[in-house]
C-alpha cells in the first residue's frame, strides 16, 4: 500500500467510525426516541456513539476502499493489532468526561463523579481503558508477531473480535447500563453484553473459517 493509499484508508475509516458509531448508537440504544425526533440524528454534540456501530463502520468502509475480500481481511488484521491504542484513550476520555459510570460500589477503589453521583462508583472507564486497550494490545501484538495467525487473512481480527467481547463482557458487569434501556433480563444483561455476545460469535466464525480456508 502506498503512503497515498494509506492516507485515503484513514479518510475512509474515519467516516466509517463516525458514521457507523452515530447510526449503532441510534439504532442499538435509543431507536424510538431518534425515530421521534429524526433531526437529532445528525446532532453529534450532544453524545451518543457505539463502539459495535463504529466497527461495522470500519469494516465496512475497509471493504468498500479496498474492493477486495483478501486484501480487505489483511487490512482489517493490521488494524486489529492497532485499534486497542485507540480503545485505550477513548475509554480515559469516556472517564474524564464522565460519559461512562460504573454501578454503585462499597469498594475503596471506588469514585466519586462530582455533580452527577453521590455514591462511590466502579471506574468501569478505567477497567476497560486497561483490558480492551493495554491487555488487547499486548496480546494482539503478541499474536501478530509470534504467531503465524497474520499469514492467514481475517484470523487476527477474528481473534480481536472474540477478544474484545470477552473483554467487554467482563467489564459490563461493573458498568451501569443506559438509563434509556435499563437491564434487558432480569439476570443483568446489557445491550453492551449482547452486542459483543454475537461479536464475539462472528469473531469466532470469522477466525475458524480463516484457518480452514488457509488449510484448504
Same mark, same amino acid.
Given at each position: 500500500?502506498?503512503?497515498?493509499?494509506?492516507?485515503?484508508?484513514?479518510?475512509?475509516?474515519?467516516?466509517?467510525?463516525?458514521? =457507523?458509531?452515530?447510526? =449503532?448508537?441510534?439504532?442499538?440504544?435509543?431507536?424510538w426516541?431518534?425515530?421521534?425526533?429524526?433531526?437529532?440524528?445528525?446532532?453529534?454534540?450532544?453524545?451518543?456513539?457505539?463502539?459495535?456501530g463504529?466497527?461495522?463502520?470500519?469494516i465496512?468502509?475497509?471493504?468498500?476502499?479496498?474492493?477486495?475480500w483478501t486484501?480487505?481481511?489483511?487490512?482489517?488484521?493490521?488494524?486489529?493489532?492497532?485499534?486497542?491504542?485507540g480503545?485505550?484513550?477513548?475509554?480515559?476520555?469516556n472517564?474524564?468526561?464522565? %460519559?461512562?459510570m460504573?454501578?454503585p460500589?462499597?469498594?475503596?477503589?471506588?469514585?466519586?463523579?462530582?455533580?452527577?453521583?453521590?455514591?462511590?462508583r466502579?471506574?468501569?472507564?478505567?477497567? %476497560?481503558?486497561l483490558?480492551e486497550?493495554?491487555?488487547?494490545?499486548?496480546?494482539?501484538?503478541?499474536l501478530?508477531?509470534?504467531?503465524?495467525?497474520?499469514?492467514?487473512?481475517?484470523?487476527?481480527?477474528?481473534?480481536?473480535?472474540?477478544?474484545?467481547a470477552?473483554?467487554?463482557?467482563?467489564?459490563?458487569?461493573?458498568r451501569?447500563?443506559?438509563?434509556?434501556?435499563?437491564?434487558?433480563?432480569?439476570?443483568?444483561?446489557?445491550?453492551g453484553?449482547?452486542?459483543?455476545?454475537?461479536?464475539?460469535?462472528?469473531?469466532?466464525?470469522l477466525?475458524?473459517?480463516?484457518?480452514?480456508?488457509?488449510?484448504?
Amino acid at each position: 500500500m502506498t503512503r497515498r493509499e494509506l492516507d485515503d484508508l484513514f479518510s475512509w475509516i474515519i467516516l466509517g467510525v463516525i458514521i =457507523g458509531g452515530r447510526l =449503532g448508537y441510534v439504532l442499538f440504544y435509543n431507536p424510538w426516541f431518534f425515530l421521534s425526533h429524526p433531526l437529532e440524528i445528525f446532532a453529534v454534540w450532544h453524545g451518543g456513539m457505539s463502539f459495535h456501530g463504529g466497527l461495522i463502520g470500519v469494516i465496512a468502509a475497509t471493504f468498500l476502499f479496498t474492493r477486495s475480500w483478501t486484501r480487505g481481511l489483511r487490512v482489517l488484521d493490521l488494524i486489529s493489532v492497532a485499534a486497542p491504542i485507540g480503545l485505550f484513550f477513548g475509554r480515559i476520555a469516556n472517564f474524564i468526561n464522565i %460519559e461512562v459510570m460504573g454501578r454503585p460500589t462499597d469498594s475503596p477503589i471506588g469514585v466519586f463523579f462530582r455533580g452527577v453521583s453521590d455514591v462511590p462508583r466502579h471506574p468501569s472507564p478505567i477497567y %476497560e481503558a486497561l483490558s480492551e486497550g493495554v491487555l488487547l494490545f499486548i496480546i494482539m501484538l503478541y499474536l501478530y508477531r509470534y504467531t503465524k495467525l497474520r499469514n492467514y487473512p481475517g484470523a487476527l481480527c477474528g481473534a480481536m473480535g472474540m477478544l474484545y467481547a470477552v473483554f467487554r463482557i467482563i467489564c459490563e458487569q461493573f458498568r451501569s447500563p443506559d438509563i434509556q434501556i435499563g437491564f434487558l433480563t432480569s439476570w443483568g444483561l446489557t445491550m453492551g453484553g449482547l452486542l459483543s455476545a454475537i461479536m464475539f460469535l462472528c469473531g469466532a466464525g470469522l477466525f475458524f473459517a480463516a484457518i480452514r480456508r488457509f488449510h484448504k
